[in-house]
């Protein structure tokens, strides 16, 4: 497809297991960006890459959070032991370059902690 | 306080009636606008995106930015009920400074 595409679309898990959610962004974007969205807000950021370098990563909310993008194309969010706190929707974005293009969202994975 | 304020809604108009949703932002280095329109389970979809001042139309959608007064809008005129959707602002800042920060989103449905 033309879009940004992501998988699972749900995941349910239990406490303390680790998962990891994959984002495919539009053919050809350079920049890559996850986010999170809880329920009747607005995504907050997490992080973002250009190619296959993670630029900021400030938004991560602790070191069980971490993403990589080993080949500049797609890229994995991975939570370690996670907790019920964790359970949101997570949103990938790309971009076809860095400052002013705009970012185009895919339809989330929805993260559900039991 | 928030960077950027949204009235969360809902805000429910008659089919035809001109839509107003607006955001409030603190931020001063913010210097792209955009807006976004989300259905429910379905990720934000970019429907006006501006950068400085100034005004932008597409269509029935008119996007307004006062970068003096920190506001921005967003205009639907003749609205259908293919607009009911939640609205979502969002800024980002100088090239460089990637991070979009985005509004709590307004809730907009159009009665038919």
């Known amino acids: 497809g033309a879009g940004v595409s992501q998988s699972p679309r749900y995941k349910v898990t239990k406490r303390g297991q680790d998962v990891a959610l994959r984002c495919d962004p539009i053919s050809g974007h350079v920049s890559l960006y996850w986010y999170r969205q809880a329920l009747g807000q607005g995504p907050e950021f997490l992080t973002y890459f250009n190619y296959e370098a993670q630029q900021d990563k400030s938004g991560l909310p602790n070191d069980r959070f971490s993403a990589e993008r080993p080949e500049g194309s797609i890229s994995t969010l991975t939570i370690q032991r996670t907790e019920q706190r964790d359970s949101a929707m997570y949103r990938c974005?790309?971009?076809?370059?860095?400052?002013?293009?705009?970012?185009?969202f895919g339809d989330g994975t929805r993260l559900s902690i039991l | 306080q928030k960077e950027v304020e949204q009235d969360p809604g809902p805000l429910s108009v008659p089919e035809g009636a001109i839509v107003s949703l607006n955001c409030t932002y603190s931020n001063s280095a913010f210097q792209y606008f955009m807006w976004y329109r989300q259905y429910s389970r379905k990720g934000p979809e970019l429907l006006m995106y501006t950068y400085s001042s100034g005004n932008k139309e597409d269509g029935r959608f008119t996007a307004q930015v006062d970068k003096s007064s920190k506001y921005i809008s967003l205009f639907i005129r003749d609205s259908q009920p293919s607009d009911s959707a939640t609205y979502l602002c969002?800024?980002?800042?100088?090239?460089?400074?990637?991070?979009?920060?985005f509004g709590q989103g307004t809730r907009l449905t159009i009665n038919p």
């Open positions: 974005a790309s971009s076809a370059t860095g400052g002013d293009q705009p970012q185009h």
């Open positions: 969002a800024m980002s800042g100088r090239q460089g400074a990637q991070k979009l920060v």
